[in-house]
């Protein structure tokens, strides 16, 4: 399976507190090099290997992330519940809540939430994903008796940081897409119309054409009236002097 990769790349959870260590050096290095793994990827494949990755290393309750996919699209979003489960209700449960806080309050502030899916209360570590959290939201949710350590709020930065660097590639190349393919209905657009612009002046030179045969023989016809007109006044001419 594709987490199954993913999980084999980072260390056991981040351990509570003490000084960093090899395993915590493993797991930056191994989130930093995510966006070579997500190049080309779409927004919902991102969104699921970094909350699953995210929840390899952290140990919370759950991870929450969420993603713009772009304008006059809805965002994708993952609540990552244990290594191999998502769960989509949770995900829309506890969104609002993260979302209205990620923009009320500063990043190293902790949201206390009650878990959706039983009595004890959550400590949720919230991160913007963009200056604003324009690009979307990253948050892991650990029981209310846990302190998020100095080493999970950094793994929460670097992962937020690399997923707004993703993200606003898969929309740079959306937009490319998008152009080149509005350029490439423009063109054809063109073509079109010069085609029809050519048979619109092929038949302009017919009926040009036409309308000068029309001129020449009524030309013609004018010239053998005026000739006949003429031998008929000579040949009353020539009675009249007889």
């Keep these: 399976m594709y987490h199954e990769g993913l999980y084999s790349m980072f260390s056991e959870p981040a351990k509570i507190g003490g000084p960093t260590s090899n395993n915590d050096l493993r797991d930056i290095v191994a989130l930093s090099t995510l966006p070579a793994m997500w190049w080309g990827a779409d ?11 995210l929840f390899a290393t952290l140990n919370p309750q759950f991870v929450w992330v ?5 304008p006059g699209r809805p965002n994708i979003t993952v609540a990552q519940t244990n290594r191999y489960q998502t769960s989509g209700d949770l995900a829309d449960r506890v969104g609002p809540a993260i979302v209205d806080w990620v923009r009320a309050h500063d990043p190293d ?20 994903v963009g200056n604003q959290a324009e690009l979307g939201v990253v948050a892991a949710a650990f029981w209310n008796d846990h302190e998020p350590t100095p080493m999970q709020h950094l793994l929460l930065n670097i992962a937020a940081n ?11 190349l959306r937009s490319l897409r998008d152009s080149e393919e509005h350029g490439r209905r423009i063109n054809a657009e063109l073509e079109q119309r010069v085609m029809e612009l050519q048979k619109a002046n092929v038949e302009i030179q017919n009926a040009r054409r036409a309308a000068l ?3 020449e023989d009524a030309v013609q016809s004018r010239q053998l009236v005026e000739t006949l007109n003429k031998q008929l006044r000579i040949e009353i001419s020539e009675r009249e002097l007889v």
Excluded at 66 to 70: A, E, K, M, P, Q
Excluded at 111 to 128: F, H, I, K
Excluded at 162 to 170: E, F, K, N, S
């Design 43 to 53: 927004p919902l494949r991102i969104s699921e290997s970094l909350a699953a990755s």
């Design 162 to 172: 690399q997923a707004a660097t993703a993200i606003h590639h898969v929309h740079l």
């Design 66 to 70: 969420s993603f713009c996919d772009g």
């Design 109 to 128: 502030e902790i949201l206390e939430l009650p878990d959706p899916r039983g009595p004890r209360m959550l400590r949720v570590t919230v991160r913007p």
């Design 213 to 215: 045969n029309v001129m």
